[in-house]
């Protein structure tokens, strides 16, 4: 069983920080918009995709990062890591939600 780094970095914001979030990372930096949905903002970030994400009801800014692994189960095991699907829905993603032991989200995923 293999793990790799997937191809999405997410950021969750306060709603309060959000616009101005999302304009740093466009006009500051200089990110190109990949996609803009209704509360989330996609930029190319290398070969990864990050998501900027407005989140209404979090005081506090949180990382969440993607991982590929061809046995999502078995890579949930392996890492000893908390299984925590209640996050987020993952409707058509054959995978889990989990976290580091620093609290960091991991999307352990199919590719």
Do not use: C
């Not at 920080?17 to 290398?46: C, H, M, N, Q």
């Amino acid at each position: 069983m293999e793990i790799k780094a997937g191809k999405n970095i997410a950021i969750k914001v306060p709603h309060y920080k959000w616009t101005e979030t999302v304009a740093y990372y466009r006009d500051k930096v200089g990110l190109p918009v990949k996609k803009e949905l209704k509360a989330s903002v996609g930029f190319i970030f290398g070969e990864m995709t990050l998501w900027i994400d407005r989140v209404e009801q979090q005081s506090q800014v949180d990382v969440w990062l993607e991982l590929f692994t061809d046995d999502p189960d078995q890579a949930l095991k392996h890492l000893g890591s908390p299984q925590r699907d209640e996050l987020e829905p993952l409707d058509d993603v054959n995978g889990h939600w989990t976290s580091d032991p620093a609290g960091v989200v991991l999307l352990v995923r199919n590719e």
